[in-house]
């Protein structure tokens, strides 16, 4: 006790998403974040997942509190699901709160939980730890970086960041105080690595300003602009810009309208009460008066853009010399979608810009100099890639190594479930967790087993028969006609035959059992499945999940 | 009669693949190309999509010859089905009719096909049509633009093309051919718009030799470079890089294998036989002797790279010191999977290519300069922009407008179904069919129906209950327990006590139902269905699929 620190990873390393991480000293540990993933199983009525806590079970009388870097959903997204099993204060700034509460109220459990707002360059002690909270600058605001502070040495998190000299809102990222830190000595750095493999530095928040500026000039129809409801600095400058060139602003979309609203309230957002309008307004003035300020920049079907381009939104839809402005980037996986959104637009004939070559979104994570910057601020003994694919760790590493002068024991890739151990003098991984992930449904379905979501894979795939064959118990006979029903089975149906031959198959097979294999219902449930299996795939080329029953009379 | 020319597209047009188009012309038509489509419906059993010929029934007596520009997929792959039905002699060049044979004797219909090899620079004269193969460059060789002479007037038809200078294998683009035709005069071009929206000229295959050349010489240890196993330029510029750096290839994976012999057979592809290995020979080369040529180069789980970089490949793997090079785009949608192929191939100790600075890959189509010298040589009376989603066609017509002098009413924008009537004086959309895509399924299962699709999709979401009532048909009562069975259900199970209740609840149910209901079989399934249906969204918030059946004994 208290010769080593451990870090432990939950999720977010070696995956995009889910971003959790537990630090530990002394018998104490804290978690940082708990974000959500974004799965690949959404078919099969998978919304989110969750890191799988499981694992925590082990330190729960250990957990002193949960901290939290920003309010982005992989970071914030699993917070009910970890304090409905532990109950833990939660650190993090306002806007951060403010977001957790509201997921918090929507799972109930707002008024169990200890929320404490703090501020940047302020300080919070838990037991051995000594938490300072570094203003950082990301995509979203009121973001932070961690130094936590151990008897043993300080361990800086870096949450996600970019070094932004020039952001819309809020200060350029604290490098003094990562230096400060870096004078009195980091043992170890865990550093977001998204955007390790984009050589050079990523833009300032600020760095989109021109050539909106100049779209906005050029519009002569309305403009609709859509981005993501967390990219705050942005919807400031569309405020701003709507004001330049003489448009109100009509914010649409459940999200985009309570972000712009909790933003405001909280100081960050600064908007000219006159530039604000209602739906109702906008209608009434000029085309070239008008900003829609929207949902949707990933063709998600339910939000605004999409209506818009497609049918209708509140009866408004895109129409001829209208200029949609795409400020977003593209989430890999919706390219389709948006691209035919895109469609949809220019045959309303409504103007996109989607020019790569316009500059009007900027990453809000450290490029290769900007992760240089940041380094040699924190001077860490040991460099730890977090947050991405083992593509960015790796590349990260690579960097460290031939750019930043890290030998190669210094810098240490980990797993999610990994132990690394921090000793002062050596970082090694003691210890390895199959931690995996949980499921959640959609519609507060709760949590889905990896058999359901495997179940439901098989039967999307091929469909499903139901088989129902009735015998008498004491004669052993069938009492009638098999019953056979179908669901998504390619092949098989009632006109062409096909439905009659298998039932008669069955009927066929049955007569081959003895009396004796009869009475074993488990036994000829699985013979018949297996019978009309095989008859099904020689005579249709069908392979339907089979779900058979016996009914006994 | 005669003094009208029809365009029909059946795929292609406002979609990316499928690509199949008729021309009619005096009673008679003939088909450019049957492509295959690559759907998003993977997930539900679907392999492939190929327009729906139905269309083609009223016609049938009318068509004359299918004409193929080219070999690739989205451009042949439904040549089988379009045969099966129509028995139409096909034109094609000798690669094109390689491929096309091939897949002929995969669907064993090889013998009853006509198949007629066709020369760049020839002519083929079927009724009122003639037809002139114009020699054109792409990433696959051996591709023609073709220009279909009537008496009414020439419609070109683009295929895939961009305007190589300089391509590895074969000759430029050949300007003069398309000049010729243009001072003759042409009616309409159809033109490929896959890269509509991109500026400036789309580089030569012969431009991705110095990159490609560097990191051959930077290599120490083994290369493995994958790439399209069609991009038979690619193919020859690895084979003589290899012989420049003093290395040999191995090429693995079927269709590599496949595409390295046939292009070689034909004389595309020119190796020196000292240069090509198997794979034992090249267990015994130094590992900087060797280059692996492979499938994969989309994370295909099936294909070679995935293996090579996961688990291994008869016994090879990626390790230490390998260099890997991605020669491929990625196409959309495989992001995911191709980073974690990339991240496996980190972990095991390989160096990835993946730079997009560096020119390793240049696309096969038309960027906007190759559509101006394009269009200029062609100088047709109507622009028809084809194969791309409506993004790429509107871009195509805006392009066309803003800098290749066409007004408005000479850029015809159409869909697939469309019926585009050319006068001579006017071009016009005359009438419009429904065309939609018929989905085929993998292993040979053949067609599967939209409905099925549609069913797959809600018991994947869902999963599916099966409800078994067993009732005797004298008495009407229950004779069993309702039986329920359930596959990928989440919330409801034996264990939580959920079924049991949802059986009682069914036969709670079953006791409310009046004799006279309970005889009439249909009313009572659903009314039973629905009950359960309610029981379980209100107690469990599942909303599987219920398969009601009942048995009367």
Request: aromatic share 6%.
């Amino acid at each position: 006790m208290g010769n080593k620190i451990e870090i432990m990873p939950l999720g977010g390393v070696g995956e995009f998403g889910m971003n959790c991480l537990g630090i530990r000293y002394s018998g104490e540990m804290i978690i940082v974040d708990a974000g959500m993933g974004f799965p690949e199983e959404t078919p099969y009525g998978v919304d989110i997942s969750i890191p799988n806590f499981d694992v925590l079970e082990d330190y729960a009388d250990e957990l002193t509190g949960l901290f939290l870097t920003h309010g982005h959903e992989d970071h914030i997204g699993s917070v009910p699901y970890l304090l409905r099993r532990f109950d833990l204060p939660v650190y993090g700034s306002r806007l951060t709160l403010a977001f957790v509460e509201r997921k918090l109220e929507e799972h109930g459990i707002a008024d169990e939980i200890e929320l404490n707002r703090v501020e940047a360059g302020s300080n919070v002690s838990i037991g051995s730890f000594d938490v300072e909270f570094i203003h950082a600058s990301h995509s979203l605001v009121d973001c932070f970086s961690l130094a936590v502070e151990t008897p043993l040495g300080t361990v800086i998190h870096t949450g996600d960041y970019k070094i932004d000299e020039s952001p819309v809102i809020g200060r350029p990222y604290d490098l003094e105080a990562l230096r400060a830190r870096g004078e009195k000595g980091v043992l170890a750095l865990l550093a977001d690595s998204t955007n390790a493999t984009v050589p050079g530095r990523t833009p300032s928040e600020k760095d989109v300003i021109p050539a909106l500026d100049e779209i906005f000039g050029e519009a002569e129809g309305r403009l609709i602009v859509t981005t993501f409801s967390s990219s705050i600095h942005r919807l400031q400058v569309v405020f701003d810009l709507a004001k330049v060139h003489g448009r109100r602003v009509c914010v649409l979309g459940r999200s985009m309208k309570q972000n712009v609203e909790l933003a405001e309230e909280l100081g960050f957002l600064n908007i000219d009460p006159e530039t604000e309008i209602g739906l109702g307004e906008s209608r009434q003035l000029n085309d070239d008066e008008v900003v829609y300020l929207v949902t949707g920049s990933q063709g998600e079907v339910r939000a605004v853009m999409w209506n818009l381009a497609t049918q209708s939104f509140k009866g408004l839809q895109v129409s001829e010399g209208d200029t949609v402005v795409l400020s977003a980037r593209i989430i890999p996986g919706n390219e389709k979608r948006i691209s035919k959104m895109i469609g949809a637009i220019y045959r309303r004939g409504g103007n996109i810009i989607e020019e790569k070559r316009r500059l009007i979104h900027v990453s809000g994570h450290a490029s290769q100099d900007d992760i240089r910057i940041l380094t040699q601020a924190a001077q860490p003994q040991y460099l730890v890639p977090i947050h991405g694919e083992y593509r960015m760790l790796f590349r990260h590493r690579e960097f460290a190594k031939n750019h930043l002068g890290f030998e190669e024991d210094r810098v240490k890739l980990v797993e999610n479930g990994d132990i690394l151990e921090l000793t002062g003098e050596t970082a090694t991984v003691v210890d390895s967790n199959e931690i995996g992930k949980i499921f959640i449904g959609d519609n507060g379905s709760g949590e889905i087993g990896l058999e359901t979501v495997r179940e439901r894979r098989k039967i999307g795939y091929s469909g499903v028969i139901s088989l129902v064959i009735t015998i008498d118990r004491n004669s052993g006979e069938l009492v009638a006609d098999p019953l056979i029903s179908i669901k998504g089975v390619s092949g098989v149906d009632a006109l062409n035959g096909t439905l009659e031959v298998a039932r008669q198959s069955v009927s066929e097979a049955f007569k081959e059992v003895s009396r004796q294999q009869a009475s074993d219902s488990e036994w000829l449930k699985e013979h018949l499945r297996i019978h009309l299996k095989r008859h099904l795939q020689s005579e249709v080329g069908a392979r339907p999940v089979i779900i058979p029953e016996i009914v006994e009379v």
